[in-house]
């Protein structure tokens, strides 16, 4: 099986920054595309970025130019970066990963939690 345990999360005043990170680990032959999403409290998971095994990125308008992902295939390891926060910005972010372990399956983290205010 495999874990993707996410963490970087916390309190942190407008106009800061926060970086997250989630560790996958497990029986893991490959990983694929890795993305970051995010719940706000009373609205639906809306997808944040995503990175291809190649580097390849997309991010939702709401967070270019802010928000940058990056992975290190190595350590099986994605990163969002996350500067200019806004309180809007404020949700729990998951991290998921569509990897090939003994079946090819797209796996979820439990969240970490980003509150922006002052």
């Known amino acids: 099986q495999v874990q993707l345990v996410e963490s970087g999360g916390g309190l942190v005043q407008p106009g800061g920054s926060l970086r997250l990170s989630c560790a996958a680990s497990?029986?893991?032959?490959?990983?694929?595309?890795m993305g970051w999403y995010r719940q706000a409290p009373g609205k639906q998971r809306e997808l944040v970025a995503a990175i291809t095994s190649g580097g390849s990125t997309n991010y939702a308008d709401s967070v270019k130019g802010r928000f940058t992902i990056s992975r290190d295939n190595a350590k099986n390891t994605a990163y969002l970066q996350m500067s200019s926060l806004k309180p809007e910005d404020t949700a729990v972010y998951y991290c998921?990963?569509?990897?090939?372990?003994?079946?090819?399956?797209?796996?979820w983290g439990q969240g970490t939690r980003v509150t922006v205010s002052s």
């Open positions: 998921n990963a569509d990897v090939r372990t003994v079946h090819r399956g797209v796996f």
């Open positions: 497990g029986t893991i032959f490959s990983i694929y595309a």
